[in-house]
């Protein structure tokens, strides 16, 4: 009996105490190698929800291929984009509390010089202020074909020498050097904690080392200048020549706010009901003896 009072209580501990955050979305990007990211489905979703990104059988900017699957990561070429909608729709809600962006991401061939606007930018797409207002139809949407404008981009970006910048839609700042031991031929995480209704970010880390972000908002809504992240959620990669290459994998995007308790916890639970069913039976058999 105690052993089952102390499986109760240690699981209320559990679940009442630090929680995991909610995953909205989640990709490891496991697939078969060439598949076009607008063909496939990330482990964790929003109902019918696929990637935007330059549409196939077209080029970025600079003649750059779709990013595709490859040893089971998502290729980042010299130009092109690979977002997924974060709008709110049936059922889901956008988050408006804190939320973190992570992902392990490769420079790999990606050059240029340390200029903020080129590596791979980890964040958030605002249609309205990359092009200024909505498509004629009054939906928001990310456009196809290679043709997104940077502006429409905030997030944090690592240039190809590991450097780290924060984007507020085109202005970039300098919050760092590269991590000690960076290497472009690695993949190495970027993590950083936003909130979604003010856009502040409040922590970022790449590579183990902690920056310190800016106060100001990096979110924006240029008709109606408002801050809000009902956009899209994904990565932006530039280089500066036909044929660079980086890569992206575990893309996570999660809302602190609606936590869900561990495992754990609910073994736990689970367990200790069961016990407390199987002594009340027993003590009823006895009873009836």
């Given amino acids: 009996m105690k052993i089952i009072i102390a499986s109760l209580a240690l699981a209320s501990t559990l679940l009442l105490g630090p929680q995991a955050n909610a995953q909205i979305i989640q990709d490891t990007f496991t697939d078969t190698d060439g598949t076009t990211l607008a063909n496939h ?42 977002l997924l909608s974060i709008q709110s729709a049936g059922t889901f809600t956008a988050p408006t509390g804190n939320v973190t962006l992570s992902a392990d991401l490769e420079l790999g061939t990606l050059a240029g010089s340390d200029a903020p606007d080129r590596g791979i930018l980890l964040g958030f797409y605002n249609y309205d202020v990359g092009f200024g207002s909505l498509n004629p139809d009054g939906v928001n949407e990310v456009p196809s074909g290679g043709n997104a404008n940077e502006n429409g981009y905030s997030g944090i970006l690592i240039s190809p020498t590991g450097s780290v910048y924060e ?12 991590p000690s031991g960076f290497s472009a031929n690695s993949f190495e995480n970027l993590s950083y904690n936003l909130n979604a209704s003010t ?43 036909e044929g660079q290459l980086g890569a992206v994998d575990n ?36 009873a009836s003896l």
């Fill in 199 to 241: 856009g502040v970010i409040s922590s970022v880390t790449f590579d183990g080392a902690t920056y310190a972000p800016l106060a100001s908002t990096i979110l924006g809504d240029a008709g109606s200048g408002t801050t809000e992240l009902e956009r899209y959620v994904g990565y932006f990669s530039s280089g500066d020549a």
């Fill in 167 to 178: 984007d507020q839609q085109g202005v970039y700042t300098l919050l760092g050097a590269a």
């Fill in 41 to 82: 489905t990330p482990d964790i979703n929003l109902p019918g929800g696929s990637y935007q990104q330059n549409s196939p059988g077209e080029t970025g900017v600079n003649g750059q291929p779709v990013d595709v699957i490859s040893g089971n990561a998502a290729t980042a070429s010299a130009s092109s984009f690979s």
């Fill in 251 to 286: 893309l996570i995007f999660e809302d602190q706010a609606a936590a869900v308790p561990e495992p754990s916890a609910w073994a736990m639970v689970i367990m200790g009901l069961t016990g407390l069913f199987w002594l009340t039976a027993s003590r009823r058999r006895s």
